[in-house]
Nanobody
């Protein structure tokens, strides 16, 4: 059975950092691209980063470029999202998702077969 579980959310002050983890099971992580999405209160879900299955393509949304870093450790079945210089507008529920083919665009939700349940990130003083 396929599972993706996000860890690492929480409350952080503006300017702070958090690292999210997406632990997968039930499929071979090497075969999938992994995307991170987030949904702020009252807003649509947006794709913020994606890493191809062999790490040869890494992309970020403009809203997080230069502040967030995506990486993967296939041996640990885990994908990470290191978030720095956090802002209140980064608040939301963060999801990871798996796509069998690297999507052309980060936010092509229809390309992702499997989703995690999400983890809350709150940036506030």
């Amino acid at each position: 059975q396929v599972h993706l579980v996000e860890f690492g959310g929480g409350l952080v002050q503006p300017g702070g950092s958090l690292r999210l983890s997406c632990v997968v099971s039930g499929f071979t992580l090497d075969d999938y691209a992994i995307g991170w999405f987030r949904q702020a209160p009252g807003k649509e879900r947006e794709g913020i980063s994606c890493i191809s299955n062999n790490n040869d393509r890494i992309r970020y949304a403009d809203s997080v470029k230069g502040r967030f870093t995506i990486s993967r450790d296939n041996a640990k079945n885990t994908v990470y999202l290191q978030m720095g210089s956090l802002k209140p507008e980064d608040t939301g529920v963060y999801y990871c998702a798996a796509a069998p083919v690297d999507p052309q665009y980060i936010d092509q939700e229809e390309e992702y077969d499997h989703w995690g349940q999400g983890t809350q990130v709150t940036v506030s003083s």
